[in-house]
C-alpha cells in the first residue's frame, strides 16, 4: 500500500475499535455479532487474500497490533490475517468447485493446547478452532505442510474471554486442501508467529500506557503515585521490555516482506520468544501500577491479562522456541 | 515511537562496501599484538592501519575527513571485524557527535580530521568521585580570566587517559547558575602544567580507567567548546550515542559468543542440562532483540531522528544482553572460571559494569520515567 492508504486505512481500523471495545467482561452474542460484521465491511480479509497481496505483511502487522490495543471480540487476526493467507500460499490447490467444509469464512484450527498442530510427526490430538468470531469453517495445517478444512462444533471455554474457541468434532468430515511446499511451510509458520505476537505486543503497550496515565492522576500520601521512583522503575523497565517486544515483532514482519523464508522464521521466533515472557510481565506489571481495582471483574486489566497469558501459550511456547533457538540453524 | 511501516533493510551500497573492506582486508593482514605491548598501543596501530585504508569515521561528513555515510556502514564494517576476530573499530563516535553538533567550524575541521586518523587519541573527562551518574553534580571548577581559564579539579574514570593525547573536559564556569546551565565543556591537552593522570586498577585487572588530577590547569578561551553552559547539552548528546548499541560497537562481539554458545550446545547435544539449553536459547533471543533494536533506531534515526532519551531504552537492552550473556557463558564453559582461564572471566567481569557505566541502570530508568513517560517529579 502507498502510505497514505495504510494510514487511510489504519486510522478507519482505529475509529472501528474505539468504537467496539468491549466495555466489560461480558459482552452479549448479539453485541460480538454486531462488532464482528462492522468489522467485515472493512474488508481486510482481502489485504492478503491475493497474489501477490494488497499489503504488505509489515502493514497487516501493525493492524494486529492495533486490534491488540483495546479488548476486542472481533476476529481479526484468524479469519481476516491468517485464514486468507492460507489460501493465498495454497495458490491453485485452493479448492472453487466443491463447497468446501471450511465453510466461506474460516479461521485456523490448532492443537488442543492452542499450539501449532505438530501431527504427522506425533499422534494426531485433538483440534480446536481458534479465534472463531463469524468463522464457518476452520484450516488446520500439519507439520508435513498438509492443509485440512474441518468442521466447528460447539464454543469450547477458554481463559481469554474475548477470544472465541470451538472444538472440531472428531471424526467430523474433513476436506484435504493442499500441501505447503517447505517454503511455504516456513513462510506460514513465520507469518502466524509474527501476526499473533504482533496483537501481544499491541496489548501490551496499550496496558502500559494506560498504567502511565493512571500513575500521574492517582493520588497517595498526597501526591501522584507516578512521582514514587519505586512506582516510575516498574513502569520505565515494562517500556523496555514493550520496546524489545516493538522491535523484535516489526523487524520479523519486515523480514516475511523482505528476506528469505529461513531467515523469517528464524526472527518470528525470537519475536514470539520474546513476546510470550515480555508482554506478559509488562501485563503484571501494570496490574501493580493500577493496585487494587486491576483485581476486579469490572477492570479490564483481567480482559488483557487473559489475553496475553494465552497468547502466550498460542502456536509455540517459550520452552519450544529457547530449546529450538540454542542451536545453530543448519542443523535443524 | 513510530507507528507506521520502518525500512529494517541495508542500504543499496552496503554489499558493495562490505566486499570492498573484504577485499582491503585480504591485502592488509592484521598487526600482531607484540609481547608486553599495552592493549590501547596496539588499537592505535591498529586504527591508524584501518584509517589508511578509509575504514574509520563513515558516518562522519566528507568535510571533516570521513565518508558521509550513515551509521548503518560503520557497524557493518564492525560486523565484519568482528567476523573474523579483529579487533573492532575505534569508539570515536559519541566524541565526533560532539564536535560536530557544538564545535567551532575551526575545531571540527582542525581537530576531527585528527581524531579519525588517530592522530589524536582522546578521552573523555565527565565524572568525577562525586559526581558519577549524577553528573550534574560535579565541582571541577574553571575560573574565568581574561582569554582563558584555571581549572581545579579531579575526574574519574576517565578511560585510557594515560595513552590520550586530549581530554573532552566537563567543568562548572559559574558557581551561582544551576548545574545544568553552568556547566562547560574543553578540549585540554594532557600535557598542560598541572594535569596528573594515575590509572587505577579494574576488577578484571586491567588498567583502563584513570584518575584525572588538574591543579590550576590553564585552558585558553579558543580551546571552550560551544558557548559557556552549553556543556550540559553536550554531555547529553555524547552519552546519548555512547549508550546507542550502534554506535559503541559491541553487538557483533556477543554475535561471536552467541554463535560459540550455540555451536558449543550442538556439539554437546545430550549432555548439556535442559535449563542450560534454554538459557542459551535466551541468549539468542536477546541478541536477536537488539540486533532488530538496533536496525529499527538505525531506520528511525534514516528517517531523520536524533539520539535523544530513548537511548536510554537501548542502553539497558544492551545491559540486559551482555550481563546474561557473560552469565550464561561462565555456566557453558566452566573451565574459564576454574582452569588456567582465557579472557571470557575478565570480560564476564567488564560486564557487571555495564549496568554502572555511562549512567547506572537506575538513571537511566529514572530517564525513562521522566522524560519519555513524563511522569510527575518526586517530591
Redesign the interface.
Known amino acids: 500500500m502507498e502510505a497514505e492508504e495504510f494510514l487511510l486505512v489504519r486510522d478507519m481500523f482505529r475509529s472501528f475499535a474505539t468504537r467496539f471495545r468491549a466495555s466489560s467482561a461480558d459482552v452479549k452474542p448479539a453485541t460480538r455479532a454486531a462488532a464482528q460484521e462492522a468489522l467485515g465491511e472493512l474488508g481486510l480479509g482481502e489485504l492478503r487474500r491475493t497474489s501477490p497481496p494488497a499489503a504488505t505483511v509489515q502493514e497487516c502487522a501493525l493492524l494486529a497490533e492495533e486490534h491488540g490495543k483495546q479488548p476486542l471480540t472481533t476476529s481479526l487476526i484468524g479469519t481476516a490475517l491468517l485464514a486468507p493467507e492460507l489460501l493465498r500460499l495454497l495458490g491453485d490447490d485452493a479448492p472453487d468447485e466443491v463447497p468446501p467444509v471450511h465453510g466461506t469464512t474460516p479461521t485456523i484450527a490448532l492443537a488442543r493446547d492452542l499450539r501449532f498442530p505438530d501431527f504427522p510427526r506425533s499422534h494426531p490430538g485433538e483440534l480446536v478452532a481458534w479465534d472463531c468470531e463469524g468463522a464457518d469453517g476452520a484450516l488446520c495445517v500439519t507439520s508435513d505442510g498438509s492443509v485440512t478444512g474441518v468442521g466447528l462444533g460447539p464454543p469450547s471455554p477458554s481463559a481469554d474471554l474475548l477470544r472465541g474457541i470451538r472444538s472440531v468434532p472428531p471424526g467430523s468430515p474433513s476436506h484435504a486442501l493442499g500441501r505447503l511446499d517447505p517454503a511455504a511451510l516456513r513462510h506460514w509458520q513465520a507469518y502466524a508467529l509474527v501476526i499473533v505476537s504482533s496483537e501481544l505486543v499491541g496489548a501490551a503497550a496499550s496496558f502500559v500506557r494506560q498504567s502511565v496515565e493512571y500513575a500521574r492522576d492517582r493520588r497517595q500520601y498526597g501526591r501522584e503515585i507516578g512521582s514514587f521512583q519505586a512506582v516510575q522503575h516498574l513502569l520505565a523497565d515494562a517500556t523496555v521490555l514493550v520496546e524489545a517486544c516493538t522491535s523484535a515483532t516489526r523487524y520479523a514482519a519486515w523480514c516475511l516482506d523482505n528476506e528469505p523464508p529461513g531467515t523469517a522464521l528464524k526472527a518470528a521466533r525470537v519475536a514470539k520468544a520474546e513476546v510470550n515472557d515480555s508482554a506478559l510481565e509488562v501485563v503484571r506489571t501494570g496490574m501493580q501500577v493500577f493496585g487494587g481495582i486491576a483485581q476486579t471483574w469490572e477492570h479490564d486489566a483481567h480482559l488483557y491479562l487473559r489475553k496475553v497469558l494465552t497468547g502466550a501459550m498460542t502456536l509455540a511456547t517459550t520452552a519450544d522456541l529457547l530449546t529450538t533457538l540454542a542451536e545453530p540453524e543448519a542443523v535443524r | ?1 513510530t ?7 541495508d542500504p543499496a551500497d552496503l554489499d558493495q562496501l562490505r566486499g570492498r573492506f573484504r577485499a582491503w582486508l585480504a591485502d592488509h593482514p592484521l598487526p600482531q599484538r607484540q609481547p608486553d605491548e599495552p592493549v590501547p598501543v596496539f588499537l592505535r596501530r591498529w586504527h591508524r592501519l584501518l584509517h589508511s585504508g578509509g575504514w574509520v569515521g563513515l558516518d562522519v561528513p566528507r568535510q571533516y575527513g570521513g565518508q558521509g555515510l550513515t551509521a548503518l556502514h560503520q557497524v557493518a564494517i564492525s560486523d565484519e571485524l568482528g567476523a573474523c576476530r579483529a579487533p573492532g573499530i575505534p569508539r570515536i563516535g559519541y566524541l565526533a557527535h560532539a564536535l560536530l553538533e557544538f564545535g567551532s567550524e575551526e575545531q571540527r575541521g582542525r581537530l576531527l580530521p585528527r581524531m579519525l586518523a588517530g592522530e589524536d587519541v582522546w578521552c573523555q573527562g565527565f565524572s568525577e568521585p562525586g559526581a558519577g551518574s549524577d553528573l550534574a553534580g560535579m565541582t571541577t571548577f574553571a575560573e574565568r580570566h581574561e582569554g582563558h581559564y584555571t581549572v581545579r579539579g579531579q575526574k574519574l574514570w576517565t578511560s585510557y587517559a594515560q595513552y590520550s593525547g586530549l581530554c573532552l573536559l566537563l567543568a562548572r564556569t559559574d558557581r551561582s547558575l544551576p548545574p545544568h546551565k553552568s556547566i562547560s565543556a574543553f578540549i585540554l591537552p594532557l600535557d598542560r602544567p598541572g594535569v596528573t593522570v594515575r590509572p587505577l586498577r579494574a576488577a578484571n585487572g586491567d588498567d583502563e580507567f584513570c584518575e584525572l588530577f588538574l591543579d590550576d590547569v590553564r585552558i585558553e578561551d579558543a580551546e571552550r567548546i560551544g558557548a559557556e553552559g552549553d556543556g550540559w547539552p553536550l554531555a547529553m548528546t555524547t552519552v546519548s550515542y555512547e549508550r546507542n548499541a550502534l554506535d559503541t560497537g559491541h553487538i557483533s562481539t556477543y554475535g561471536l559468543l552467541v ?1 560459540r ?3 558449543s ?2 556439539d554437546r ?1 545430550g549432555e548439556l542440562p ?1 535449563g542450560l ?2 538459557e ?3 541468549c ?2 536477546d541478541y ?2 537488539l540486533v ?2 538496533a ?2 533506531r538505525t531506520a528511525e534515526r534514516r528517517g531523520g531522528q536524533v539520539a535523544g532519551p ?1 537511548s536510554s ?1 537501548d542502553k ?2 544492551m545491559t540486559r544482553t551482555e550481563q546474561r550473556l557473560y552469565e550464561t557463558a561462565l555456566k557453558v564453559f566452566p573451565e574459564e572460571v576454574f582452569g588456567e582461564g582465557g579472557g571470557l572471566f575478565g570480560d564476564y567481569l567488564y560486564s557487571r559494569a555495564a549496568s554502572v557505566y555511562g549512567g547506572t541502570s ?1 538513571i ?3 530517564i ?3 522524560r ?8
Open positions: 515511537m507507528d507506521t511501516p520502518l525500512d529494517f533493510g554463535e554458545l550455540r555451536r550446545a550442538h547435544r535442559d539449553l534454554s542459551i536459547g535466551r539468542v533471543v536477536e532483540v532488530a533494536h536496525r529499527r530513548e531504552v539497558l537492552l537506575q537511566q530508568r529514572n525513562i520515567a521522566k519519555i513517560l513524563r511522569l510527575p517529579s518526586g517530591g
